[in-house]
Protein backbone atom coordinates (compact mmCIF):
# COMPACT_ATOMS: atom_id res chain seq x y z
CA UNK A 1 0.00 0.00 0.00
CA UNK A 2 1.34 3.33 -1.17
CA UNK A 3 2.09 6.47 1.88
CA UNK A 4 -1.00 8.57 1.34
CA UNK A 5 0.02 11.90 2.67
CA UNK A 6 -1.60 13.69 6.04
CA UNK A 7 -2.32 17.14 6.95
CA UNK A 8 -0.89 17.07 10.60
CA UNK A 9 -0.64 20.87 10.19
CA UNK A 10 -2.90 21.36 13.70
CA UNK A 11 0.56 19.29 15.07
CA UNK A 12 2.51 21.35 14.21
CA UNK A 13 3.70 24.51 16.66
CA UNK A 14 4.21 28.21 15.57
CA UNK A 15 7.34 29.50 17.04
CA UNK A 16 7.24 32.62 18.87
CA UNK A 17 11.46 34.56 18.91
CA UNK A 18 11.68 35.63 22.38
CA UNK A 19 13.61 38.29 20.48
CA UNK A 20 12.16 41.31 19.59
CA UNK A 21 13.39 42.81 16.67
CA UNK A 22 16.27 45.45 16.71
CA UNK A 23 15.21 48.77 15.31
CA UNK A 24 17.13 51.34 14.01
CA UNK A 25 16.10 55.08 15.07
CA UNK A 26 16.85 57.99 14.05
CA UNK A 27 20.18 59.05 15.13
CA UNK A 28 20.27 62.36 17.40
CA UNK A 29 22.87 64.57 17.59
CA UNK A 30 21.83 68.03 19.11
CA UNK A 31 21.98 68.09 23.02
CA UNK A 32 25.21 67.47 23.18
CA UNK A 33 26.71 70.13 20.87
CA UNK A 34 24.18 72.97 22.02
CA UNK A 35 25.02 75.05 25.72
CA UNK A 36 23.31 74.25 28.86
CA UNK A 37 24.97 76.84 30.76
CA UNK A 38 21.45 78.96 31.59
CA UNK A 39 20.28 75.64 33.32
CA UNK A 40 21.23 76.41 36.90
CA UNK A 41 19.34 79.64 36.80
CA UNK A 42 15.72 77.66 35.77
CA UNK A 43 15.12 75.94 39.56
CA UNK A 44 11.51 77.96 39.08
CA UNK A 45 9.74 80.14 37.01
CA UNK A 46 9.12 79.64 33.58
CA UNK A 47 11.28 82.48 31.88
CA UNK A 48 14.85 83.09 32.19
CA UNK A 49 16.08 87.15 31.70
CA UNK A 50 19.64 86.87 29.94
CA UNK A 51 21.20 90.42 30.09
CA UNK A 52 23.75 91.74 27.16
CA UNK A 53 26.23 94.48 27.75
CA UNK A 54 26.43 96.90 24.93
CA UNK A 55 29.60 97.83 22.97
CA UNK A 56 31.72 101.30 24.12
CA UNK A 57 33.47 103.45 21.52
CA UNK A 58 36.74 104.05 22.57
CA UNK A 59 37.80 107.74 22.41
CA UNK A 60 41.14 110.26 21.65
CA UNK A 61 42.10 111.33 25.14
CA UNK A 62 42.82 115.10 25.25
CA UNK A 63 44.90 116.42 28.01
CA UNK A 64 43.32 118.63 30.51
CA UNK A 65 40.40 118.22 29.70
CA UNK A 66 36.97 116.99 30.47
CA UNK A 67 36.10 113.34 29.09
CA UNK A 68 33.06 112.36 27.73
CA UNK A 69 30.78 109.71 29.67
CA UNK A 70 29.58 106.86 28.13
CA UNK A 71 26.32 105.45 29.18
CA UNK A 72 26.59 101.73 29.35
CA UNK A 73 23.24 99.89 27.87
CA UNK A 74 21.76 96.73 29.02
CA UNK A 75 19.64 94.92 27.07
CA UNK A 76 16.94 92.11 28.44
CA UNK A 77 16.68 88.96 26.82
CA UNK A 78 14.34 86.17 27.53
CA UNK A 79 14.59 82.19 27.16
CA UNK A 80 10.97 80.89 27.57
CA UNK A 81 11.01 77.42 29.37
CA UNK A 82 7.36 76.36 27.43
CA UNK A 83 7.91 72.86 25.96
CA UNK A 84 5.86 70.60 27.78
CA UNK A 85 5.73 67.35 26.50
CA UNK A 86 4.69 63.55 27.89
CA UNK A 87 4.14 60.28 27.26
CA UNK A 88 1.52 57.58 29.25
CA UNK A 89 1.77 53.76 28.38
CA UNK A 90 0.68 50.70 29.68
CA UNK A 91 0.94 47.26 29.82
CA UNK A 92 -1.88 44.51 31.34
CA UNK A 93 -0.06 41.93 34.00
CA UNK A 94 -1.47 38.97 32.31
CA UNK A 95 -0.42 40.36 29.00
CA UNK A 96 3.31 40.59 30.48
CA UNK A 97 3.09 37.46 31.99
CA UNK A 98 2.06 35.28 29.32
CA UNK A 99 4.38 36.98 26.71
CA UNK A 100 7.73 35.49 26.11
CA UNK A 101 9.77 38.37 25.84
CA UNK A 102 10.21 40.99 28.95
CA UNK A 103 8.13 43.52 26.82
CA UNK A 104 7.97 46.85 29.53
CA UNK A 105 11.83 47.46 29.26
CA UNK A 106 11.78 47.78 25.33
CA UNK A 107 8.40 49.84 25.67
CA UNK A 108 10.37 51.99 28.26
CA UNK A 109 13.00 51.97 25.68
CA UNK A 110 10.78 53.22 22.83
CA UNK A 111 9.69 55.76 25.00
CA UNK A 112 12.92 57.76 25.40
CA UNK A 113 13.89 57.18 21.95
CA UNK A 114 10.26 58.89 20.96
CA UNK A 115 11.35 62.05 23.43
CA UNK A 116 14.67 62.24 22.55
CA UNK A 117 13.87 62.79 18.85
CA UNK A 118 11.33 65.26 19.54
CA UNK A 119 13.90 67.58 21.53
CA UNK A 120 16.34 66.87 18.89
CA UNK A 121 13.97 68.17 16.00
CA UNK A 122 13.39 71.22 18.35
CA UNK A 123 16.32 72.11 18.48
CA UNK A 124 17.49 70.83 14.91
CA UNK A 125 14.80 73.95 13.91
CA UNK A 126 17.02 76.57 15.32
CA UNK A 127 18.75 76.81 11.77
CA UNK A 128 16.33 79.86 10.94
CA UNK A 129 17.98 81.63 13.27
CA UNK A 130 21.51 82.13 11.90
CA UNK A 131 22.70 85.12 10.82
CA UNK A 132 21.67 86.06 7.28
CA UNK A 133 25.21 86.41 6.45
CA UNK A 134 26.29 83.14 7.58
CA UNK A 135 23.43 81.47 5.07
CA UNK A 136 25.20 79.87 2.03
CA UNK A 137 21.80 79.13 -0.91
CA UNK A 138 18.01 78.95 -0.32
CA UNK A 139 14.99 77.07 -0.47
CA UNK A 140 14.29 78.13 -3.63
CA UNK A 141 18.07 78.15 -5.26
CA UNK A 142 19.75 75.67 -3.02
CA UNK A 143 23.40 74.21 -3.10
CA UNK A 144 24.14 71.02 -4.85
CA UNK A 145 26.44 69.63 -2.62
CA UNK A 146 28.75 66.82 -4.37
CA UNK A 147 32.26 65.62 -4.00
CA UNK A 148 34.10 68.20 -5.95
CA UNK A 149 32.12 71.14 -3.90
CA UNK A 150 31.83 70.16 -0.61
CA UNK A 151 35.00 70.73 0.69
CA UNK A 152 34.88 74.56 -0.34
CA UNK A 153 31.35 75.06 0.67
CA UNK A 154 32.90 73.78 4.55
CA UNK A 155 36.08 76.32 3.70
CA UNK A 156 33.50 79.38 2.99
CA UNK A 157 31.25 78.85 6.08
CA UNK A 158 34.14 78.98 8.35
CA UNK A 159 35.44 82.05 6.43
CA UNK A 160 31.77 83.33 7.06
CA UNK A 161 32.15 82.64 10.76
CA UNK A 162 35.69 84.24 11.06
CA UNK A 163 34.52 87.14 9.54
CA UNK A 164 31.96 87.29 13.08
CA UNK A 165 34.84 86.92 15.10
CA UNK A 166 33.42 83.36 16.08
CA UNK A 167 37.28 81.82 16.38
CA UNK A 168 37.19 80.06 19.78
CA UNK A 169 35.93 76.49 20.92
CA UNK A 170 35.11 74.37 18.68
CA UNK A 171 32.58 74.40 16.02
CA UNK A 172 30.30 71.51 14.61
CA UNK A 173 28.71 70.36 11.88
CA UNK A 174 25.23 68.63 11.60
CA UNK A 175 24.68 66.87 8.09
CA UNK A 176 22.91 64.47 6.06
CA UNK A 177 24.25 60.92 5.53
CA UNK A 178 24.52 62.00 1.53
CA UNK A 179 26.53 64.72 2.57
CA UNK A 180 28.98 62.22 4.44
CA UNK A 181 29.10 60.54 1.23
CA UNK A 182 29.84 63.30 -0.76
CA UNK A 183 32.60 64.25 1.94
CA UNK A 184 33.88 60.44 1.54
CA UNK A 185 34.18 60.83 -2.71
CA UNK A 186 35.87 64.25 -2.93
CA UNK A 187 39.65 65.15 -3.79
CA UNK A 188 40.56 65.99 -0.69
CA UNK A 189 39.83 63.03 1.32
CA UNK A 190 41.29 60.40 -1.68
CA UNK A 191 44.49 61.36 -3.26
CA UNK A 192 46.33 63.05 -0.18
CA UNK A 193 48.53 60.83 1.07
CA UNK A 194 48.03 61.69 4.90
CA UNK A 195 47.79 59.16 8.34
CA UNK A 196 44.13 60.80 8.82
CA UNK A 197 43.28 60.53 5.19
CA UNK A 198 44.16 56.74 5.10
CA UNK A 199 42.44 55.95 8.36
CA UNK A 200 39.28 57.91 6.81
CA UNK A 201 38.98 56.04 3.62
CA UNK A 202 39.95 52.52 5.77
CA UNK A 203 36.90 53.10 8.22
CA UNK A 204 34.74 55.91 7.07
CA UNK A 205 35.27 57.89 10.42
CA UNK A 206 35.81 61.67 9.37
CA UNK A 207 35.76 63.36 12.40
CA UNK A 208 36.54 66.58 11.37
CA UNK A 209 36.80 68.89 8.37
CA UNK A 210 37.97 72.68 7.26
CA UNK A 211 37.76 73.07 11.42
CA UNK A 212 34.12 71.31 11.72
CA UNK A 213 33.51 68.37 14.07
CA UNK A 214 31.17 66.43 11.62
CA UNK A 215 27.70 64.39 13.17
CA UNK A 216 25.52 62.69 11.08
CA UNK A 217 22.07 62.70 11.41
CA UNK A 218 18.68 61.20 10.09
CA UNK A 219 16.60 63.42 12.09
CA UNK A 220 16.93 66.67 9.82
CA UNK A 221 13.70 67.18 8.23
CA UNK A 222 13.24 68.49 4.58
CA UNK A 223 11.98 71.87 4.29
CA UNK A 224 10.64 73.08 0.68
CA UNK A 225 12.94 70.04 -1.08
CA UNK A 226 16.36 71.29 0.68
CA UNK A 227 18.21 69.66 3.78
CA UNK A 228 19.99 72.96 6.42
CA UNK A 229 23.02 71.72 6.98
CA UNK A 230 23.46 73.52 10.28
CA UNK A 231 27.11 75.15 11.25
CA UNK A 232 27.49 76.22 14.41
CA UNK A 233 29.85 77.67 17.78
CA UNK A 234 28.18 75.54 21.04
CA UNK A 235 26.75 79.04 22.15
CA UNK A 236 24.74 79.45 18.88
CA UNK A 237 21.90 77.42 20.74
CA UNK A 238 20.89 77.79 24.72
CA UNK A 239 19.15 74.58 26.10
CA UNK A 240 17.45 74.07 29.33
CA UNK A 241 15.84 71.31 30.60
CA UNK A 242 13.84 72.33 33.73
CA UNK A 243 12.09 69.13 34.97
CA UNK A 244 12.40 64.79 33.67
CA UNK A 245 10.75 62.66 35.46
CA UNK A 246 9.80 58.81 34.56
CA UNK A 247 7.23 57.29 36.90
CA UNK A 248 5.49 53.74 37.05
CA UNK A 249 2.02 53.16 38.58
CA UNK A 250 -0.86 51.01 38.72
CA UNK A 251 -4.41 53.20 37.33
CA UNK A 252 -6.99 52.75 39.78
CA UNK A 253 -9.19 49.56 39.21
CA UNK A 254 -6.89 47.44 36.54
CA UNK A 255 -4.16 45.33 36.38
CA UNK A 256 -2.13 47.33 34.65
CA UNK A 257 1.56 48.55 34.85
CA UNK A 258 1.92 51.88 33.22
CA UNK A 259 4.93 54.24 32.78
CA UNK A 260 4.32 57.93 32.05
CA UNK A 261 7.16 60.52 30.90
CA UNK A 262 7.28 63.84 31.36
CA UNK A 263 9.75 66.88 29.77
CA UNK A 264 9.73 70.23 30.61
CA UNK A 265 12.56 72.27 28.80
CA UNK A 266 13.22 75.24 26.54
CA UNK A 267 15.87 76.80 23.68
CA UNK A 268 17.08 79.62 22.57
CA UNK A 269 19.25 81.21 20.30
CA UNK A 270 20.89 84.56 21.52
CA UNK A 271 24.04 84.66 19.27
CA UNK A 272 22.96 84.58 15.92
CA UNK A 273 25.86 85.39 14.36
CA UNK A 274 27.23 81.92 15.77
CA UNK A 275 25.14 79.78 13.63
CA UNK A 276 25.26 79.11 9.50
CA UNK A 277 22.96 76.78 7.50
CA UNK A 278 23.99 75.44 3.70
CA UNK A 279 20.57 74.94 2.00
CA UNK A 280 21.16 71.28 0.40
CA UNK A 281 19.42 69.92 -2.57
CA UNK A 282 17.88 66.93 -0.95
Not at 24 to 46: H, I, Q, T
Not at 50 to 70: A, K, W
Not at 75 to 85: E, F, G
Request: charged share 25%; proline share 3%; glycine share 6%.
Amino acid sequence: MGFTDQNLSNFIPEVWSKKLELIFDNKCVMKPLVSRKYEADASFGDTIHVQRVGDFTIQDYVRNSVMELEQSTVTDDTLIINQQKSHYFGVDRLDKRQSLVSIMPEYVERQGVAMAETIDARLLSHYTDALAANVIGSTTAPETVNASNVYDLFVEMGERLDNQNIFDGPRAAVITPSIRSAILRSEELRKRGTVMVDETIKNGKIGTLAGFDLNITTNMAQVSGTYPLMFFHKEFIQYVEQYSQLVGEQPDGTFVDAMKMIKLYGSKVFNPECGGVIYAAA
